[in-house]
């Protein structure tokens, strides 16, 4: 059997639906890349860009303190507005410096294949309308049921 990654987000228009390009064999890793979907945007992307009054400092203990999780995306990374790589971040405590950056981390994930290679994957579901409502494993034969975390 087969299965594909559904998400389901809202943009400030309008709610979408989006499938992954990957296709899973192993049901066991589906079900993991959908918990890593959904702890990404509960762990990382929400607390920060969420919270308008967060500190740039906090935003750096936040990101620490979930480096640890097989979704994070490398190490302390930062891009620019247009997302493109800047550099790994050094700490500075200062927000000017790195003023019209952000962190790659709260916009890419990693994901598991089949194989168990990881990719990197970019989060249309994260932005400033952007918001995730769930992610579901979904069969490719369409008459069987899925499996579904909401946030």
């Known amino acids: 059997m087969q299965y594909k990654i559904k998400i389901t987000y809202n943009t400030r228009f309008e ?5 992954l390009d990957e296709i899973f064999s192993n049901l066991s890793i589906a079900k993991k890349n959908i918990k890593s979907i959904a702890d990404h945007y509960k762990m ?6 969420k919270n308008y009054k967060i500190s740039f400092l906090e935003k ?3 990101l620490k303190s979930i480096s640890h999780n097989s ?17 790994n971040y050094e700490p500075v405590g200062v927000y000017e410096k790195a003023y019209g950056t952000d962190f790659v981390n709260l916009y890419h994930l990693l994901i ?3 194989s168990g290679e990881l990719y990197e994957l970019e989060t ?6 952007e918001s995730l409502l769930k992610v579901e494993v979904v069969f490719i034969n369409p008459t ?3 499996l ?3 946030i």
């Open 144 to 146: 069987e049921e899925g």
């Open 112 to 114: 598991k294949k089949d």
């Open 124 to 129: 249309a579901w994260c932005g400033y309308h």
């Open 71 to 87: 979704w994070f995306v490398g190490e302390m990374k930062y891009i620019n507005k247009e997302n493109k790589f800047i550099g």
């Open 15 to 19: 709610q979408r639906e989006m499938y």
């Open 44 to 49: 990382c992307y929400f607390p920060i860009e």
């Open 148 to 150: 579904l975390i909401e």
């Open 60 to 62: 750096q203990e936040i």
